[in-house]
């Protein structure tokens, strides 16, 4: 996954705040999938609204000598239909 | 016996941070992610093992705007989905508008159904809705087995169920078959006729709960059965789903897929027809039982406030199996399994493979718990120990929505 990519938690998702995270439903696929720190939390929900990646990951507070494993279960998330590419930056 | 009741709680663990998923199980989540609901205990079928002893309709049933007040609260704690069962779900009245009702309210419904009445009409509603899985009984893959179990006809009936589901275009239907001594060596057959009808195959344990426990001694498989249905899962369980039902084959060497943990009162509990809700829908008992959701506060205050969930919820002491080398993986098995066969909840699971239940299970005077209700139609056989043989069914047959609270539940890789 590309840090300057421009993405989006799936329409089809729905999170849930739990003690160590956060669960996350797809209601298509019914994939349940755990976000075991309130960091990937932030990252997952903050897509949205940031133009980048790297800019979610910094507004969550992610320290940089983790950003390759976060960028992992990011690719994760992505493979399960999770998360999708926004279409507004889709080319970035 | 040690109960749930008599565990030290003076020194109640906190949850640990980080570590396994499992762990974090172990202290409970904020809202369950398996409520099993059964919705009536009225049944057109009489299953012998039916694990909710259903047949007769409960004068006290939720009325259709309790159901929907369930539902709202359901939605406000985000439970994405349930388990709907019963009884026979599917006769009740209302099935239908709660089944959209829910739906429309962002909680989606998995039905257990005996097939009654998944006409072909039915069958294209279902498959033009999101957000609803089938999950048809079947507990032979040939019409004798299943019948003896299930009562005439009722294979048939499902197989029609399958058939109209199918031709409406409704994708991956679910077999849901609870392992028996007699039905285990079909389960390359089942595995077919799932395959046959687009359907996945769903494997449940038989455990000692309701009418189970007057068969359980005669019809759960033996331990050479044991070790058959663990190779048959290892080699060819790869897209059936099983849940939390065999977590007690680890004992064999290898853990299987699922969830190994209990998960009563944790992220599993049972909301009864008339509104009890219990730890798991297999522990229908006065020692699970936490609260009604028609009490103030609901279900949700029962879920975040119960002593009794509150006690579930942290490590389990567990006896003689701490001792064992399988228990990272087995933890003791089932605690229902136990209870109901008048076992310790601290000891060994009555199925365990390394044979440690068995001196116990053996014992004179291994006094079986009462069932908690009853609503069979006719007279239930005696239970406790029977001879090795299997008797006819008695009385007429209906269903056993054989719920297993985390089947079709996969834990993802993190
Ligand atoms: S079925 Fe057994 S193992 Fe599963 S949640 Fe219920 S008591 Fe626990
Ligand atoms: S002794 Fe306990 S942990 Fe070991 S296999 Fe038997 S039930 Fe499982």
């Known amino acids: 996954m590309l840090l300057d990519g421009a993405w989006t938690m799936s329409p089809s998702v729905s999170i849930r705040p739990e003690p160590f995270g956060a669960l996350a439903y797809h209601f298509g696929t019914r994939r349940l999938t755990f976000l075991k720190s309130r960091e990937m939390v932030s990252v997952v929900t903050g897509l949205a609204a940031c133009a980048t990646v790297r800019e979610a990951l910094a507004k969550a507070g992610v320290p940089q000598t983790q950003w390759s494993v976060f960028l992992q279960a990011l690719e994760a998330l992505a493979d399960g239909g999770m998360i999708e590419r926004r279409a507004d930056l889709a080319a970035a | ?414």
């Open chain 2, 1 to 414: 016996m040690t109960t749930v009741h008599d565990r030290p709680t003076a020194s109640v663990p906190s949850r640990p941070r980080g570590g396994s998923l499992v762990q974090q199980f172990e202290y409970g989540l904020d809202a369950p992610i398996c409520l099993t609901w059964e919705l009536t205990y009225a049944c057109n079928l009489a299953c012998i093992h039916c694990l909710s002893s259903s047949g007769k309709r409960d004068p006290r049933e939720l009325s259709t705007e309790q159901c929907e007040a369930v539902i709202d609260q359901l939605q406000a704690m985000q439970v994405f989905y349930v388990n709907i069962g019963g009884g026979e779900p599917t006769i009740r009245p209302d099935f239908w508008h709660l089944l959209e009702y829910a739906v429309s309210h962002q909680v989606g419904v998995k039905f257990s159904t005996n097939g009654v009445r998944i006409t072909p009409e039915r069958a294209r509603f279902l498959a033009s809705t999101d957000y609803v899985d089938v999950q048809v009984s079947l507990d032979g893959a040939t019409a004798d087995v299943n019948d003896r179990v299930r009562g005439e006809g009722s294979f048939d009936m499902a197989i029609r169920a399958l058939e109209n589901l199918s031709a409406a275009g409704f994708a991956d239907a679910k077999i849901s078959v609870v392992v028996t001594r007699e039905n285990v060596d079909q389960l390359d057959l089942f595995k077919a006729l799932a395959d046959r009808h687009g359907a996945t195959l769903r494997l449940t344990r038989l455990r000692p709960s309701g009418r189970g426990a007057d068969v359980w001694d005669e019809l759960h498989p033996t331990a050479s059965q044991q070790r058959t249905l663990y190779e048959w899962l290892l080699r060819a369980g790869e897209n059936v789903l099983t849940g939390d039902s065999f977590f007690h084959l680890a004992g064999f060497g290898e853990s299987l897929p699922g969830l190994n943990l209990c998960g009563a009162g944790r992220v599993v509990c049972l909301i009864d027809p008339v509104g009890d809700v219990y730890a798991c829908p297999f522990a229908i008992h006065d020692q699970f039982h936490a609260g009604n959701v028609l009490s103030p506060g609901g279900f949700g205050a029962v879920w975040k406030d119960s002593e009794l969930f509150a006690d579930l919820r942290s490590p389990q002491t567990s006896g003689a199996c701490t001792k064992c080398e399988f228990f990272d993986s087995c933890r003791g098995g089932c605690m229902a399994a136990k209870f109901f066969t008048g076992l310790p909840l601290d000891g060994p699971d009555p199925e365990c493979v390394q044979g440690y239940s068995e001196p116990a299970l053996l014992q004179i005077g291994r006094t079986i718990p009462a069932a908690g209700q009853d609503h069979s139609r006719s007279a239930r056989r005696p239970t406790g120990p029977t001879p090795l043989e299997i008797a006819p069914p008695s009385g007429p047959p209906v269903h056993a929505c054989a719920e297993s609270p985390l089947a079709g539940f996969t834990v993802p890789r993190p």
